[in-house]
């Protein structure tokens, strides 16, 4: 599986862990952060799959809809399973809208 950064650039944005510090932030990007790891399947005491969940968020100015809607189906295609798309907010100083996204990978 492609890493997560790999995911979200393939819908069509820059993506980067923890905060974005790219000198010019551009119109629109991601970062994610991933929220914990657990054992998803274990088998004889031993762990045979595990999952990850991260907080994706999509910063974007303007309209995000179309945008939310494409990262939500490459995700998807991923094999990533959505939990929530949750609270959008709006940063009035920046301009931005933040719509946070909670996912999990399971990996075997």
């Known amino acids: 599986m ?3 950064k790999e995911i ?8 980067q862990r923890g905060v974005y510090n ?10 994610f952060l991933r929220l914990m790891i657990s054992s998803a399947i274990n088998a004889n005491d031993t762990e045979c799959g595990r999952k990850e969940m991260y907080r994706v968020t999509l910063f974007y100015k ?3 809809e179309r945008q939310l ?3 939500l189906e490459v995700l998807r295609a991923a094999g990533v399973y959505i939990n ?13 809208w933040l719509v946070p996204i909670t996912i999990e990978i399971l990996e075997e």
């Open 2 to 4: 492609k890493s997560i």
């Open 8 to 15: 979200l650039e393939s819908a069509g944005l820059p993506a």
């Open 22 to 31: 790219g000198r010019d932030k551009p119109k629109a990007y991601y970062t």
């Open 62 to 64: 303007g309209d995000f």
């Open 69 to 71: 809607k494409k990262t």
């Open 84 to 96: 929530s798309v949750d609270a959008e907010s709006y940063e009035t100083e920046t301009g931005y």
